[in-house]
């Protein structure tokens, strides 16, 4: 790449002589905005470079030379509302994200425009672990890159050419956790994903929402697409069935994300097909003791823990991970589902024959159920190899949070609940929730026998 080194005066002279023209300060007008070329060999430094001069650590601002300027194609449009009050550039090295305090943005900066950005003036930031570009800011009381002011934004950024197309590279879910570096901040495509939370609106309204995908390149892990309750397709549907999807790759807190422009062109090719957890599992294994905290897993993951079953028999939705104030446990809602539920969480074969503490405990939560059930049942005769309703359970007493109907209740212990009279069984969580946006769910945590 050719390079020109210049002082900060010179830089700022040689920008408002070539481009200022071309900077529209109506930022509501674009048709009137001249689209000139920026000057070859415009960058000093790579957005890979900028990035690589930041600690990385959160509640930080790094300083950025002299003379240092980028130059990347814009890959972001909040014309939809689901990105707000930010500008993602990327160039053929990586991608940035830039906090501006203008809105709407693609009046200005147009989807797949060049844009050069002065940056001696600004600072490298991080939110969550993704590096962002600002002015220098206090954000609870520690130096973050905050939003650029609308009157200075032409003064730090310049616009060019508006390509026909826009860069955009291939990738699966694995590889996208695997090596999160090579992606994070840029454009890519993501063949054959599909979304893993049932036939749900791609967010909830005026909040902003997780929601889930997965592709078959392996991963263990699904990948969240945070959603803008206040985009403009907020409530419409997401796609069934599998197909591309077109996102810009995120971080926080080490765990990739993805943000999408709009779904009317950045989800293509969707089937249709409803592809519906299978009622059967596999066969348990069995063990002599349990200590489940449902711990190691990432947040809003289908809980998957070798020996247990998590079976779906009427919904789209299994137990899955959340987590609060660094404590993870399994958790099942029909907040907003929109459909009715029966999903069972089936333990491992506890040996009780051979246990010298022959109990169970564990901790339930109730949250916001009106009207969901949570019931606790054993069964000597469960295997795996059809529906859990086709097996014989005896239901069990254990105390179960019931102090949640309005709000999150409190987390309750079971007690020791001795199961010498079964012999070897699994215990099974069984969740029942009615199609309604009033009822929640429960939580479950802390699973023990024989402890």
Same mark, same amino acid.
């Given at each position: ?160 050419? &508006?390509?026909?197309?826009?860069? $955009?590279?291939? /990738?699966? *879910?694995?590889?996208?956790?695997? %090596? +999160?570096?090579? =992606? !994070? ?52 549907? &997401?796609?069934?069935?599998?197909? $591309?999807?077109? /996102?810009? *790759?995120?971080?926080?807190?080490? %765990? +990739?994300?993805? =943000? !999408? ?61 959340? /987590? ?10 029909? =907040? ?116």
């Amino acid at each position: 790449m050719k390079q020109f080194i210049l002082n900060k005066s010179f830089i700022t002279l040689f920008f408002s002589v070539l481009l200022f023209g071309c900077v529209d300060k109506n930022y509501n007008d674009p048709e009137h905005k001249e689209i000139t070329p920026l000057p070859e060999g415009t960058a000093t430094m790579t957005i890979a470079e900028l990035k690589a001069l930041h600690s990385g650590r959160d509640n930080d601002t790094t300083s950025i030379p002299e003379n240092t300027i980028i130059v990347g194609q814009v890959i972001s449009d909040d014309e939809a509302g689901n990105i707000y009050k930010e500008l993602y550039l990327q160039d053929e090295t990586g991608g940035i994200l830039i906090r501006l305090d203008i809105a709407p943005i693609y009046t200005n900066f147009r989807f797949g425009q060049e844009v050069a950005i002065i940056c001696d003036r600004l600072v490298l930031g991080s939110y969550g672990g993704n590096v962002q570009l600002g002015i220098p800011s206090i954000y609870n009381g520690s130096p973050a890159a905050g939003r650029v002011p609308g009157p200075l934004v032409e003064e730090y950024m310049y616009t060019g050419d &508006i390509a026909e197309s826009v860069t $955009t590279i291939d /990738a699966t *879910v694995k590889e996208i956790f695997d %090596t +999160p570096d090579n =992606y !994070i901040g840029r454009r890519v495509r993501i063949q054959d994903i599909s979304g893993r939370d049932g036939n749900v609106a791609f967010a909830v309204k005026d909040q902003s929402t997780n929601r889930n995908f997965n592709d078959n390149s392996g991963s263990s892990s699904n990948i969240i697409m945070r959603n803008s309750g206040y985009a403009d397709f907020a409530e419409e549907m &997401i796609p069934q069935g599998s197909g $591309t999807v077109t /996102a810009i *790759v995120s971080v926080f807190n080490g %765990t +990739p994300q993805l =943000y !999408i422009n709009n779904p009317a062109v950045d989800f293509v090719d969707f089937d249709g097909t409803v592809t519906k957890p299978p009622v059967e599992g596999t066969p348990p294994t069995v063990v002599t003791s349990l200590d489940e905290d449902f711990e190691g897993f990432t947040q809003y993951d289908d809980f998957a823990r070798e020996g247990w079953n998590n079976i779906v028999e009427e919904g789209n939705r299994q137990w899955f991970i959340n /987590a609060f104030n660094n404590n993870s446990y399994a958790n099942m809602t029909v =907040y907003r589902a929109g459909e009715k539920r029966d999903v069972w969480l089936i333990s491992p074969i506890l040996d009780v024959e051979a246990a010298q503490n022959k109990t169970i405990s564990f901790e339930t939560r109730q949250e916001f159920a009106e009207g969901a059930t949570l019931k606790v049942f054993v069964s000597a005769d469960y295997d795996g190899s059809k529906a859990p309703s086709e097996f014989t359970w005896t239901e069990i007493t254990a105390r179960i949070s019931d102090d949640g109907q309005s709000g999150y209740g409190s987390w309750v212990n079971s007690g020791d609940i001795d199961l010498s009279s079964y012999g070897n069984v699994v215990v099974g969580f069984q969740f029942e929730g009615e199609e309604n946006v009033n009822d929640g769910g429960y939580s479950i945590d802390n699973f023990q026998f024989n402890q």
